[in-house]
């Protein structure tokens, strides 16, 4: 993925990569010359020349290196930043592709909030092998070559420094991450008191309570026990630590003693004992650097990888068909549906047919099914059982690109999205987009575009964050139907978006509606009972079950569930 | 320890971790002092060890004498391997030191912070830059300073040998340096601005990131299909602020790297400097190679280092002034006190010609509002959303203090009583009421938080049993003892109906004489409102209670009903009254009615 995207530059990094690598040995074998060209020019008082030459040669390197440390780093950076760019488009469209019932999937749910991290991780991942095999790999490489040639005995000391090094790290990585997880439960509780006593949400009415005190013992006594819990864990692992760097270092002085015996020996020069001597410390180093903070941030990140790669494959609508016309209208044959996870179907056993220019009133209390029938019908849920027929077409085989086409709605929580007041309404429709048919959406949803709530007309931003301004909920109410009417539609759906608003409103909306859907297909959810008068027919639902299908005047004469909800409504209201 | 409001500057970076942890801030500081020494240590060590190397490669001196110096390297090598891990632990006890005493203070200031600050978008926003981890804000402020003060003591030390060994060196060395890192340090406050201004514009991509994913919206996204067109916006934007950071990166690592070029200039202006003493052997070989060591060693530091630790000394002094202005925000004397012991009695409540606007705003919520109240009798606050009614209950609960014209309980200023007596006098449960992720018990026994450990479970039960929650709560894993929320590893989620039920619990276990339903049913459906008013009602038998909602069928059992709009009371009345008034009241009633008939 990332060489499709750009491969030239992924190949410079490369490439960059090595020659960086190179020139860190590089950098030692250039200090060795000089201290040899040195030492030798002071016991025999000549060769100036050479100690000039090599001293020009130490600072083109060290400065070669320099610039090649930051052109490698800025372009890994560059393209860390980059690929996001690539990855996040192909997840929202991924996104988009999912299943709408995953999303209520608690599992599932998971993989989808963490995939954008995993995909970043992943860069990571891909990233750190891409170095370790183009930078870290020929550095070694070059200290070996260089060891080697010096006296091969101290190709020995790579492998004192890489093996304590590496087992310190993996020992810590484990023990810490294990410890890490029991202290985690301890920190959420002490951040949750903080937020009672602080947050927005809490503010108000732990101050109104007078229940500061109470919080607080409560958050201190959550913090010792952390705190406790937190310094046992480092304590241990630090000491661990120190035991395993013991090693390390009896690793370090074998190395020392086998430079010392050399150079007792003769067998290499007093340069070479400096140079050597002043790299192992940067040896060290980059060893710890590769293990501790690569390949143990990598373990660590393993996980969102995971989610990422899951993500990837959660199933998408797969059929095929188009529908072309909606003039069957929508039938529903034997439909269970339950959600992911769930023992119980949500909704059971609904037959159903409702026909093109029909409007539909769906009543019922509150868990009994409502908003499901209707995600059902829009053909966003697909039935667990039995089938759900979309304009004659099962919506299973329908195509992603057809199914909802001509089906618009306005959900119980619509959305308030921080765009512009154009791009709230045109959202619902952005293929199209019509001055002419934005006004007259407006226009049908009331939507007043006074100056005062609205300065710059339809380009008003609807965020205070990003410099706009901000709606009452009745105002954004306005907008969501707009939204709603802006889509050329065939069906509308009309799902309980008047919870927010008082009576006077309600009443305004439930009308329109009924004026603006004479010759549409519409079905409206609404716990109000009095406004599902308007409908041709009235569906009852009561746990997941249609228990009655009729006019308003049919159903209350039947005297069954839908008069005694009616008749307690009413109560409130006759005076 | 507690947070002062005065100005707080670089200085405080210190003083702050040495009043919250003192051991630790001062141990931390001891060895970051000593690690900038040591190199210097080093260099004079490994310089020894490599002259007598030569004199014993030369004949000159035995061989048993080397073993000193080798000793002396390799004890400096073990001390700072040690304090590595020892120098993780004290960092780890700071922390834990700077939770405890300075989070702790930040908390403190929080919550007497008076409640107009955490409605105000600006304010609020400077809470939570300030407050978000401030321990650890501090500790890296602090080591921030202490490293370089290393750094300092670790070229100071090397330029010290320079100086003893051969001074002039030293002088060329210093005047080249000086104005090169001047330059550096300049343009690093140029970064930090510059990525300050792509924040906006990150914001903005991934906002609509979210649109893209978030499980809110995933209905509406599928349904209109707009993922491709806002996922294009979406690039766009990303891509505009990645191109801008681009540019800033390229100049932070142009800058760098400059650093890191100018400091082996410099290094090898000190060897060339080095030669000639070391010719004429005024320099020991030894020295000049340890020297010359430690000069390329602080070139990788320095280009790191240096670019890094100017780039957060700008972070640290924005961080400071949010302190400064955090610490000066107005405090309430409300914050931290309990109610009252005894419930004091309430007789009336009046609002004499009140006018309000929120702090910040321009528009005046309530204007010239008045009305009255009196002991015993049920009243409801009836009109549209947005028409103050809301804002009323925050007037009397005394959370905002700047309005005009009188509120008058029991004929006595609101302003005149200690929030302690406000406290005892009344209990609101707010449409948002909070959830607290505690047991069962402790959710309701906060109703009257003076005796919340003296609870009998029967007393709780009753309550429990008052708001039809009895049976849900007795089916939970402890009872009345089980931890609701995801908090505690055995919490158990509820329904938002049964936390509703659980708030209008802990109104009852109240013993405030005033009680105010703000619309906390706003969800439940128009008849499990009214049923659940009207049970309320009947349980404040003897109280004085205030009932608000938009929708009429649950307020028609008040004795005395207010319609509010446009800040004022426009009507008022029995319902009786209001409906042979034939005004607004009866108009929406009617609305309703309409449906019904």
Redesign the interface.
């Known amino acids: 993925m990332v060489l499709a995207s750009c491969p030239l530059y992924f190949i410079a990094v490369c490439v960059i990569g090595v020659i960086h690598g190179f020139s860190w040995g590089l950098n030692t074998y250039a200090?060795q010359l000089?201290?040899d060209s040195?030492?030798s020019?002071?016991?025999t008082?000549s060769g100036?020349t050479m100690?000039y030459i090599s001293?020009a040669v130490?600072?083109t390197v060290?400065?070669g290196s320099?610039?090649l440390?930051?052109?490698h780093?800025?372009m890994v950076?560059?393209l860390s930043?980059?690929m996001?760019?690539h990855l996040?488009?192909y997840?929202?469209?991924k996104?988009?592709r999912v299943e709408?019932v995953l999303?209520e999937s608690p599992d599932l749910?998971d993989d989808?909030?963490k995939?954008?991290q995993g995909a970043i991780n992943s860069l990571v991942l891909l990233v750190v092998i891409v170095s370790l095999f183009t930078f870290y790999l020929p550095y070694f490489a070059f200290m070996a070559w260089y060891l080697y040639r010096l006296k091969p005995v101290l190709v020995i000391s790579l492998v004192f420094i890489f093996i304590p090094v590496m087992i310190t790290q993996l020992i810590r990585g484990a023990v810490h991450a294990r410890l890490e997880d029991e202290s985690a439960?301890l920190r959420?509780?002490v951040d949750?008191y903080?937020r009672?006593?602080?947050d927005?949400?809490?503010?108000?009415?732990?101050?109104?309570?007078?229940?500061?005190?109470?919080f607080?013992e409560?958050?201190?006594t959550a913090?010792k026990a952390m705190?406790q819990k937190?310094?046992t864990v480092?304590?241990k692992t630090?000491?661990l630590?120190?035991g395993m760097?013991m090693l390390?270092?009896a690793g370090?002085?074998g190395v020392?003693y086998l430079l010392?015996a050399a150079?007792?020996n003769?067998e290499i020069s007093?340069?070479s004992?400096?140079a050597v001597?002043?790299s192992i410390e940067l040896m060290f180093n980059i060893m710890e650097e590769i293990i501790s903070s690569h390949i143990g941030r990598l373990t660590q990140n393993l996980g969102t990888v995971r989610n990422f790669i899951r993500f990837l494959d959660l199933p998408e609508r797969s059929g095929s068909m188009e529908r072309v016309s909606f003039t069957d209208g929508i039938k529903f044959t034997n439909v269970c549906f339950s959600y992911p996870g769930a023992e119980k179907n949500a909704v059971e056993q609904i037959n159903l047919t409702i026909k093109p220019g029909e409007t539909i009133a769906i009543v019922g209390?509150?868990g009994a099914g409502k908003s499901t029938l209707v995600?059902l019908l829009?053909g966003?849920y697909l039935p667990t059982e039995g089938t759900v027929e979309i304009g004659g077409v099962d919506s299973r085989e329908l195509s992603l690109?057809s199914v909802?086409q001509g089906?618009?709605?306005v959900?119980q929580?619509?959305?308030r999205?921080?765009l512009t007041l154009k791009e709230n309404v045109e959202?619902?429709?952005?293929?199209a987009q019509d001055q002419a048919r934005l006004s007259a959406a407006a226009a049908k949803a009331d939507l007043e575009l006074c100056p005062e709530t609205f300065p710059q007309g339809f380009e008003t931003m609807l965020s205070?964050?990003?410099d706009g301004v901000d709606l009452?909920?009745?105002q954004w109410q306005r907008v969501a139907l707009a939204r709603g009417f802006y889509?050329v539609h065939d069906l509308i759906v009309l799902d309980e978006p008047t919870?927010?608003?008082?009576?006077?409103?309600e009443?305004r909306i439930y009308e329109k509606f009924a004026e603006l859907s004479q010759d549409k297909t519409a079905v409206i959810v609404t716990?109000?009972?009095?406004?599902a008068?308007i409908a041709d027919r009235i569906v009852v639902m009561d746990q997941g079950r249609i228990v009655e299908v009729g006019t308003h005047e049919q159903l209350i004469q039947e005297r069954g569930k839908y008069a005694q909800?009616?008749q307690?409504?009413?109560q409130?209201?006759?005076? | 320890m507690q947070i002062e409001a005065r100005r707080y500057g670089f200085a405080d970076l210190i003083r702050l971790p040495l009043q919250a942890a003192p051991a630790a801030a001062v141990l931390v500081g001891l060895n970051a002092v000593l690690a900038g020494i040591v190199p210097t240590i080093q260099v004079l060590v490994?310089a020894d060890f490599?002259d007598t190397?030569?004199g014993?490669?030369?004949g000159s001196l035995e061989?048993s004498q080397?073993y000193s110096s080798?000793f002396a390297?390799?004890l400096l090598?073990?001390y700072s391997?040690?304090t590595?891990?020892?120098a993780?632990?004290t960092n780890?006890?700071l922390n834990?030191g700077l939770?405890?005493n300075y989070?702790?203070a930040v908390?403190d200031k929080?919550?007497r912070l008076q409640?107009q600050h955490?409605?105000n978008?600006e304010t609020?926003d400077l809470i939570q830059r300030v407050?978000s981890q401030p321990e650890a804000q501090l500790a890296s402020g602090y080591n921030l300073l202490i490293s370089l003060t290393a750094g300092i003591l670790r070229i100071g030390g090397i330029l010290g040998i320079l100086i003893a060994e051969v001074w002039w060196a030293a002088l060329v060395i210093l005047s080249f340096s000086i104005p090169l890192f001047a330059l550096a340090v300049k343009s690093g406050r140029a970064s930090y601005q510059a990525s300050k201004e792509t924040a906006k514009l990150r914001?903005?991509s991934n906002?609509l990131?979210t649109?893209?994913?978030s499980?809110?919206?995933?209905?509406?996204?599928?349904?209109?299909?707009?993922?491709?067109?806002?996922?294009e916006l979406?690039?766009e934007r990303?891509?505009t602020a990645?191109k801008i950071?681009?540019q800033v990166?390229?100049k932070w690592?142009?800058r760098?790297?400059a650093g890191?070029?100018i400091t082996?200039?410099i290094?090898?202006l000190i060897?060339?400097v080095l030669?000639n003493p070391?010719?004429t052997g005024s320099l020991s070989?030894g020295l000049?190679?340890?020297l010359?060591?430690a000069a390329?060693?602080l070139?990788?530091m320095m280009?790191w280092g240096l670019s890094r630790s100017v780039d957060q000394l700008a972070r640290y002094r924005e961080y400071l002034k949010d302190l400064t202005e955090f610490a000066g925000l107005d405090e309430s004397e409300?914050?931290?006190?309990?109610?009252a012991g005894t419930a004091p009695q309430f007789r009336t409540l009046e609002f004499r010609n009140v006018s309000f606007k929120y702090p910040g705003t321009e528009k005046y919520v309530l204007r010239n509002l008045s009305f009255r109240m009196e002991a015993g009798r049920h009243y409801a606050f009836v009109?549209?959303?947005?028409s103050g009614k809301t804002t009323i209950t925050k007037l009397i609960?005394g959370?905002y203090e700047n309005f005009t014209g009188e509120i008058l309980l029991n004929g006595r200023s609101i302003r005149s009583y200690h929030p302690?007596e406000l406290?005892a006098m009344?209990?609101?449960v707010?449409q948002?009421?909070?959830k607290?992720?505690?047991s069962v018990k402790?959710n309701i026994a906060?109703?009257a938080?003076?005796r919340?450990n003296r609870y009998e479970d029967w007393e709780i039960t009753q309550a429990l049993n008052q708001v039809g929650l009895a049976a849900a709560v007795n089916k939970l894993p402890q009872g009345i003892n089980t931890p609701l929320g995801k908090?505690?590893?055995d919490g158990q989620d509820i329904s938002g109906?049964e936390w509703q039920r659980i708030a209008m619990a802990?109104a009852i276990i109240n013993p405030a004489p005033l009680r105010i339903l703000d619309e906390p049913t706003?969800?439940?459906?128009?008849?499990?409102e009214?049923e659940l008013y009207q049970e309320f009602e009947r349980i404040s038998c003897g109280k004085t209670t205030i009932f608000i909602s938009?929708?009429?069928?649950?307020t028609?059992l008040a004795d005395e009903i207010f319609v509010i709009g446009s800040g004022r009371v426009l009507e008022q009345g029995t319902?009786?009254e209001l409906?042979a008034l034939n005004g607004i009241y009866a108009?929406?009633?009617e609305?309703?009615?309409?449906?019904?008939s």
Request: with cysteine; net charge positive; hydrophobic share 45%.
């Open positions: 200090t000089f201290f040195v030492a020019a002071v016991s008082k100036l100690v001293l130490l600072g060290t400065i320099q610039v440390n930051g052109v780093n800025f950076n560059s930043n980059r996001p760019g996040g488009k997840i929202h469209q996104a988009a709408p999303y749910l989808i909030n995939a954008q439960p959420r509780e949750y903080l009672c006593i602080c927005r949400e809490y503010f108000k009415e732990t101050r109104l309570l007078g229940a500061y005190r109470f607080k409560l958050y201190l913090l705190h937190k310094w480092e304590l630090n000491l630590e120190l760097k390390t270092l370090y002085f020392l010392f150079l007792m003769g007093i340069g004992f400096a001597f002043a209390e509150n995600k829009m966003l690109n909802y089906i618009t709605g959900f929580k619509y959305q999205y921080q959202i619902s429709d952005l293929k205070r964050e990003f009452s909920g009745g889509r919870a927010a608003i008082d009576p006077l409103e009443t716990h109000r009972l009095g406004s008068k909800m009616y307690a409504q009413a409130w209201y006759v005076s | 490994t490599i190397a030569l014993i490669l030369q061989r080397i080798l390297i390799i090598i073990a391997w040690v590595g891990a020892l993780n632990l780890v006890k834990l939770e405890k989070q702790t908390m929080r919550a409640y955490i409605e978008p609020w407050t914001r903005k906002y990131a649109i893209l994913t499980r809110e919206t995933v209905d509406e996204r599928t349904l209109f299909g707009y993922s491709d067109y806002i996922n979406w690039h990303y891509e990645r950071e681009h990166q390229k690592f142009i760098t790297k890191g070029v082996a200039l290094s090898v060897v060339l030669l070391v010719f070989v000049f190679m340890s010359v060591g390329f060693n070139v990788q280009s409300s914050g931290q006190v309990m109610p009109g549209v959303n947005g609960a959370l302690s406290k009344l209990s609101i707010y948002d009421f909070a607290y992720y505690i402790d906060l109703g938080v003076n919340i908090i505690k590893p109906g802990r706003a969800a439940l459906d128009p008849i499990s009214s938009h929708r009429l069928g649950s028609k319902h009786q409906m108009q929406m009633y609305s309703q009615r309409s449906w019904y």
